[in-house]
């Protein structure tokens, strides 16, 4: 069961919305990103993508923080927030990141070209019998096509990306994009969730919404909190405790060959969904998915 699996399951008697008062939780927040440095100064938008530069900074959280974090989002279960614990340093070089997930409309034009990813020739080891359902229930390609594309698997993720001439970001990188030059909670600052900022389970949507409905970050990035979890390149693992630069769970971005098709291992996802809590929202909440689960609630976008 996934973290994420785990709090649906835990209800929202132990999920009621983020407090008003979050904003004076800030000693419980970790200090990835550096304030006093300009987001102008920091990224620049360039066509679809957003140039991030590198720096230097923390992730993660130490374990001494996870009472309060735990009163700040309302939520009975410190065991929660183990997977964020130790806090560690990275050092990013520059990369670039898509300003929006990856809609149904430009994934078609992909599987339009590659037939062996469209979902009546998908081999069924690299899905879970999910992929693309919902081109066919709802014809999503017309009806929806500025939307994320979901019930796609992590294979297929990598596998787009690599067709444009890209990668899935690390989740150091991803991290680090969201939050937008900002220490804070949330990608838009410590302000609580509210459906004026995501696309979340207290939102009512129950579904994706279009990218980019929702205000961007300082950086130009939307949808980095809430409508589609996002699939990034790292296996699922416990964080180090030792500094790291350029930071990938098993050491590849699975650039060119077919390694990618025989990876077993859970991936990271990031940023919550249109059925995430608050906590999903939050920068530094982490979770895990198998790479054949398309799933409804499961998206990309791409790095380079």
Not at 44 to 52: C, E, F, H, P
Not at 139 to 168: E, F, I, M, Q
Request: net charge neutral.
């Amino acid at each position: 069961m996934s973290r994420s699996e785990l709090i649906s399951v835990l209800g929202s008697a132990l999920l009621a919305a983020l407090p008003q008062n979050c904003v004076a939780q800030a000693e419980h927040r970790s200090a990835l990103g550096s304030s006093s440095q300009g987001a102008s100064a920091a990224h620049t938008v360039i066509g679809s993508m957003v140039l991030v530069h590198g720096a230097t900074a923390q992730m993660g959280i130490d374990a001494a923080q996870i009472s309060s974090l735990a009163k700040t989002f309302n939520i009975n279960a410190p065991d929660l927030f183990q997977d964020e614990v130790p806090k560690h340093l990275v050092t990013i070089d520059d990369f670039y990141i898509d300003s929006y997930p990856v809609t149904n409309a430009e994934f078609k034009k992909f599987t339009d070209v590659n037939p062996e990813w469209r979902p009546d020739r998908i081999p069924r080891t690299l899905q879970n019998g999910n992929y693309l359902k919902h081109w066919k229930e709802q014809d999503a390609v017309k009806t929806r096509p500025g939307h994320p594309v979901v019930n796609v698997s992590w294979y297929a993720a990598v596998a787009y990306c690599r067709w444009v001439g890209k990668r899935l970001p690390t989740e150091a990188e991803w991290e680090y994009a969201a939050r937008g030059g900002l220490n804070t909670l949330f990608p838009w600052g410590d302000d609580p969730v509210d459906a004026t900022r995501a696309n979340f389970s207290a939102s009512g949507i129950g579904t994706t919404t279009p990218v980019g409905h929702y205000p961007a970050n300082r950086y130009g990035l939307f949808d980095m909190a809430g409508n589609v979890w996002q699939f990034v390149a790292d296996e699922w693992k416990p964080y180090p405790s030792n500094p790291q630069k350029d930071p990938v769970a098993r050491g590849d971005l699975f650039l060119d060959g077919t390694t990618f098709l025989q990876v077993n291992t859970r991936r990271v996802i990031r940023g919550g969904s249109f059925g995430g809590e608050p906590v999903n929202l939050w920068v530094e909440y982490r979770d895990s998915h198998p790479p054949d689960g398309a799933r409804e609630f499961v998206g990309f976008r791409c790095a380079k």
